[in-house]
């Protein structure tokens, strides 16, 4: 399992990495270019060998770069070519320079995370693992505990700016809902019984461990691994611990685990496709989860690929579902939500960085001296 490391190009999120925000995501192609661009007349310009860029003067150094491509590239089986792989820190160094921005205009707004938040969160991340396992993760990827700690921060001071300056301004109004509810009717009629589920995903395959997507970017290696992972979060199921909040830091599934899981509905038909599951999932009462299952490689069902857990939400018989149901009202609002803060977001980092002193060092180096 890999650590807090590497954000691969999340907003909100190796067991102990956090993903880089949407926003940064959004904004990486537009920055390298901007960098590509700007070293067209600034090549040359003196600095350390060991600073890739700067941001308002504040340095982002050569070994910060390097443990996030390691992170991301490090494990893979087949080592990219030095085009490609200048390519991947041009990437990652943009990310830094996004995130570097927000945190300085975080602490002008006295909005960085506090101690105490960080250590509630580092004892989140340590919770699944013994002190020994917990040292072997660090050590695996080559990270003390006060960068780890420093990445936390980062992560939380990003969401408590965008509460503030973004989120908190977002309102979406009944008539907005209603509208939404009108021009979309036919996504609320329901051909068939609908099943609302949540899941928790653990896989067994390697290759997917800098996209797990959850919180934690906890990620099983093998089979083994993830037969004990799926144990111990279905063990702290049954000792009471929040689907959703679980679902978040561990499950595997970067379309759902930022969501808690929730898979939203799913057809009558489309659950009776996976036998195993649509037995499990038909026993259940709303708020109740199913055991253990296995996942199956779709193009070989016979191959264990997982395991998942299952929480039944809710169940709808066919039909049109009104405006009036509060479900309805408040999937609509999320997701009006959701849209309007992920582009202010991006416009919002768009602004930041247009009134920052950026110089990318890295760039200009590559423009310079073409592809090697």
């Not at 067991?15 to 070293?39: I, K, M, N």
């Not at 975080?106 to 004892?123: C, G, H, I, Q, T």
């Not at 691994?225 to 499950?251: C, P, V």
């Not at 997982?306 to 405006?323: N, R, S, V």
């Amino acid at each position: 399992m890999d650590f807090l490391l590497s954000r691969s190009i999340s907003h909100r999120k190796s067991a102990f990495a956090f993903r880089f925000s949407r926003p940064v995501r959004a904004v990486v192609g537009v920055a390298v270019l901007a960098a590509s661009v700007a070293a067209i007349s600034g090549c040359n310009r003196a600095h350390k060998a060991d600073v890739l860029a700067t941001v308002n003067g504040k340095p982002i150094m050569k070994s910060q770069v390097d443990l996030l491509y390691e992170a991301n590239v490090g494990k893979q089986p087949e080592k990219p070519t030095k085009v490609q792989g200048d390519i991947v820190r041009l990437n990652i160094l943009s990310r830094l320079i996004n995130e570097e921005i927000l945190m300085q205009r975080a602490a002008k707004m006295n909005l960085v995370a506090s101690n105490e938040d960080v250590e509630s969160r580092l004892n989140e991340i340590k919770a699944p693992f013994t002190p020994d396992e917990f040292q072997k993760q660090l050590a695996q990827q080559h990270l003390t505990l006060d960068a780890l700690k420093q990445q936390i921060r980062n992560q939380l001071t990003e969401q408590k700016l965008f509460n503030k300056e973004i989120n908190s301004k977002i309102d979406v109004t009944d008539d907005q809902i209603t509208a939404y509810y009108n021009a979309h009717k036919a996504e609320f009629n329901l051909p068939q019984p609908q099943f609302h589920l949540a899941q928790i995903l653990v896989t067994n395959i390697p290759e997917n461990a800098k996209n797990s997507g959850n919180l934690q970017n906890s990620k099983a290696m093998n089979d083994a691994e993830a037969k004990r992972k799926i144990q111990m979060l279905d063990d702290r199921l049954k000792n009471g611990d929040d689907f959703g909040t679980l679902a978040s830091n561990f499950s595997e599934n970067p379309q759902n685990s930022s969501n808690g899981g929730d898979m939203g509905f799913i057809s009558q038909q489309e659950l009776q496709s996976d036998p195993d599951v649509w037995g499990a999932v038909s026993k259940l009462s709303p708020g109740e989860i199913t055991p253990v299952l296995p996942v199956y490689a779709t193009q070989d069902h016979k191959k264990v690929i997982g395991y998942a857990i299952y929480k039944l939400l809710d169940k709808e018989g066919a039909g049109q579902l009104e405006l009036s149901d509060p479900r309805v009202q408040q999937s609509i609002r999320q997701r009006l939500h959701e849209s309007r803060s992920q582009l202010m977001q991006n416009a919002y980092l768009e602004m930041l960085r247009d009134q920052a002193h950026v110089v990318n060092y890295y760039a200009e180096s590559i423009f310079k001296n073409g592809p090697q």
